[in-house]
């Protein structure tokens, strides 16, 4: 077994479709319309997509779990692991990988 924990609490990851990107278009436009810059947020320290990327992370959440099967990680056909990331500012990601076997 496959896990990735995301060490930031302003980018999530998830597993969703990995064939059309529109998906991801898509994502973003559900998240943005769910959780709208738009609100009176009260932790924007680091600007106005402060509050707003901390809340998309704990909806989307910070890790994942994938089965690995003779040595593959075992995901379905179309599926792909996201790296989703809420700040509009380029930002270094760190992620912690632990395989149990």
Do not use: C
């Not at 998906?23 to 973003?28: A, G, I, L, P």
């Not at 779990?65 to 692991?81: E, H, V, Y």
């Amino acid at each position: 077994m496959l896990f990735l924990f995301i060490q930031h609490t302003s980018a999530a990851l998830t597993i969703n479709e990995n064939f059309d990107r529109d998906v991801r278009k898509d994502m973003d436009m559900a998240l943005d319309n769910i959780v709208p810059e738009s609100l009176n947020w009260m932790h924007t320290d680091e600007g106005p997509d402060d509050s707003v990327s901390h809340t998309k992370t704990s909806l989307i959440g910070a890790t994942i779990s994938i089965p690995i099967t003779d040595g593959r990680l075992n995901l379905g056909t179309w599926q792909g692991i996201y790296l989703t990331e809420f700040r509009h500012a380029v930002h270094s990601r760190r992620i912690v990988a632990t395989v149990l076997s």
